[in-house]
């Protein structure tokens, strides 16, 4: 036993979050292990936010050391974690040291491995909800809520698109309540000599979201990934908020208050806004990172993925 954390008695894999008794994921990773022939169980390690560093450290060594325990995925913690417990971990992933995050622990033989997954999953998300040719055949521009890990995940993904040569949004507007989390993205973004337009801006109140959102070209993708709504109440935004025509209104999240996507529903009629839960990033966050940790092959699009996907929703719905 290693501190608070009890030895797992079968094949285990952890949430670390903040509620997590709370999340879909309870009911739908029984489900899936079910159809991926998974002979395995789920628990939940909660955390407050901003937790200690002595209390990341001893969930990460307990994972190490304990046979039965494969792995986890991190969410609210990922940061901290991996700050408070770096030297812990046998390898990291080229995205967990370039975003300092460790969103997914997984074991290769006697080595504990630290990757951060969410370049890969936010990149799913946007291909699903944004057609490929979006940005340029449009114009629109992306208005990121929030600067931390996934937003940031999400501009290494786009930097990496358009290394490829293939299209991006025209403008990137990040915003952040802090400058610290902007000079820190910034600072990323250097590093990588990235040539997309991003334009950083402190908005320490939501009126300057606000603003950021009139600016907005028609069409364009506005991202909650504040947390606000799910780990926190409220909106980035006010409620006097104008939303571009044709635009796209995305919440990173799918439970919670989801004051954003309230807002952004009031004006589905009269500016044509669509609008998307976070549901999708749930499934391919979590399917990425039971890939790694049980080391099995799991789709990311396709018939398959569709079905893990509908398992996930029935699951959810069970007793709801």
């Given at each position: 036993m290693t501190g608070r954390h009890a030895p797992a008695n079968r094949p285990t894999m952890y949430f670390v979050g903040?509620?997590?008794?709370?999340?879909s994921i309870m009911?739908?990773?029984?489900?899936?292990?079910?159809?991926?022939?998974?002979?395995?169980?789920?628990e939940g390690i909660d955390l407050p936010l901003d937790d200690a560093p002595e209390h990341y450290r001893e969930v990460v060594s307990f994972i190490k050391e304990d046979p039965q325990s494969l792995g986890a995925l991190v969410t609210t913690h990922k940061l901290n974690l991996f700050k408070a417990a770096r030297d812990l971990f046998d390898g990291v992933g080229e995205e967990t040291r370039l975003l300092e995050e460790v969103s997914s622990i997984s074991k290769r033989g006697e080595q504990l491995w630290g990757h951060a997954m969410d370049p890969v999953t936010s990149g799913l998300s946007l291909e699903a909800v944004v057609p490929d040719g979006y940005w340029s055949a449009t114009g629109a521009e992306l208005l990121l809520l929030g600067a931390g890990g996934s937003s940031l995940a999400l501009t290494l993904y786009l930097h990496n698109r358009a290394r490829a040569g293939r299209d991006v949004p025209s403008r990137i507007v990040v915003t952040n309540r802090r400058g610290a989390r902007l000079r820190e993205m910034r600072a990323v973004h250097e590093r990588l000599g990235s040539t997309l337009p991003i334009e950083y801006r402190l908005a320490p109140e939501p009126e300057r979201n606000d603003e950021q959102l009139r600016s907005l070209a028609p069409e364009s993708v506005v991202v909650n990934a504040t947390g606000l709504g799910k780990d926190r109440p409220g909106s980035p935004l006010t409620g006097a908020a104008v939303f571009p025509r044709d635009c796209l209104a995305w919440d990173f999240n799918y439970r919670g208050d989801l004051v954003f996507l309230d807002q952004a529903r009031a004006q589905q009629q009269s500016r044509n806004v669509r609008v998307v839960d976070g549901w999708l990033y749930f499934i391919h966050g979590w399917t990425r990172v039971i890939a790694?940790?049980?080391?099995?092959?799991?789709?990311?699009?396709?018939?398959?993925?569709?079905?893990?996907?509908?398992?996930?929703?029935?699951?959810?719905?069970e007793n709801a």
């Open positions: 903040v509620t997590t008794t709370k999340s009911k739908v990773f029984p489900a899936w292990a079910r159809e991926l022939n998974l002979d395995a169980v789920i790694e940790v049980f080391h099995i092959d799991i789709p990311t699009h396709g018939p398959a993925f569709e079905r893990l996907s509908r398992v996930a929703r029935d699951a959810s719905q």
